[in-house]
């Protein structure tokens, strides 16, 4: 089964980093690991997504375990508007479907 | 560029009432899938086309059809609707699925608020 397993809620400070866990110990060796937010009341939105190596862009960086058991989403400087539920998903390595968990819900602190 | 759309936004149905949900994107993208999300829960697949002419199953199939119409629009029926099936409904669509499937972003649409009485 394509599980992630992911905290159900985190706090953090505004203007301080944040480190989303993900344990995926089911993920194959083609799987990508995906990470999505969702605001309230909006559909989930694509923020990174990695194979093998850290990956950074414009919003976020993923850090990923060498045996890609799990990995960890960072938020260099936190603001208000991310304050979001965080899903990490791979896909099945048959037919593609994107399977979301619980996420973790990230609250920032002003 | 309008990205995944979806209507009705807002619907409300009395218990046995059938409607379809309409989702189009412009992205000439080759899949499209059918989420739901009920209150404090993640989305799980309903159903998903990973190209125009194919339909599979997801999680949670039972109660809904889904007629991919050409590459830009899928939607979804509801043919006899319960309260069970009260949710908010996402489409979503991204250029690749499939065997090998690794790292397309998929896009979203805004919801379908869906009750039903």
């Known amino acids: 089964d394509a599980k992630t397993t992911q905290p159900n809620s985190m706090e953090s400070n505004e203007e301080e980093p944040v480190h989303l866990p993900c344990n995926h110990s089911?993920?194959?060796?083609?799987?990508?690991i995906h990470w999505y937010r969702q605001l309230p009341s909006q559909g989930p939105e694509y923020v990174i997504h990695?194979?093998?190596s850290n990956v950074n862009n414009r919003m976020a960086s993923l850090a990923i375990a060498e045996d890609r058991k799990s990995s960890t989403l960072i938020l260099h400087r936190a603001t208000l508007r991310d304050a979001a539920v965080y899903y990490c998903?791979?896909?099945?390595?048959?037919?593609?479907?994107?399977?979301f968990g619980q996420g973790t819900e990230l609250s920032v602190k002003p | 560029n309008a990205g995944v759309t979806q209507t009705p936004k807002f619907q409300v149905l009395k218990t046995g009432q059938s409607m379809t949900l309409q989702c189009a994107q412009d992205?000439?993208?080759?899949?499209m899938y059918w989420y739901r999300q009920d209150p404090g829960m993640g989305l799980r697949l309903i159903y998903y086309?990973?190209?125009?002419?194919?339909?599979d199953k997801g999680e949670v199939p039972n109660g809904y059809n889904v007629s991919r119409l050409n590459k830009r629009e899928f939607s979804l029926r509801l043919e006899s609707a319960a309260p069970s099936q009260t949710s908010v409904y996402f489409c979503?669509?991204?250029?690749?699925?499939?065997?090998?499937?690794?790292?397309?972003?998929?896009?979203f649409g805004e919801g379908s608020w869906l009750t039903v009485v």
């Open positions: 979503a669509s991204s250029e690749f699925s499939g065997i090998g499937f690794s790292g397309n972003t998929i896009y």
């Open positions: 089911t993920i194959s060796g083609t799987d990508y």
């Open positions: 990695g194979l093998t």
């Open positions: 998903i791979f896909t099945y390595n048959q037919g593609g479907k994107l399977i």
């Open positions: 992205m000439n993208h080759n899949s």
């Open positions: 086309s990973a190209s125009e002419g194919t339909t």
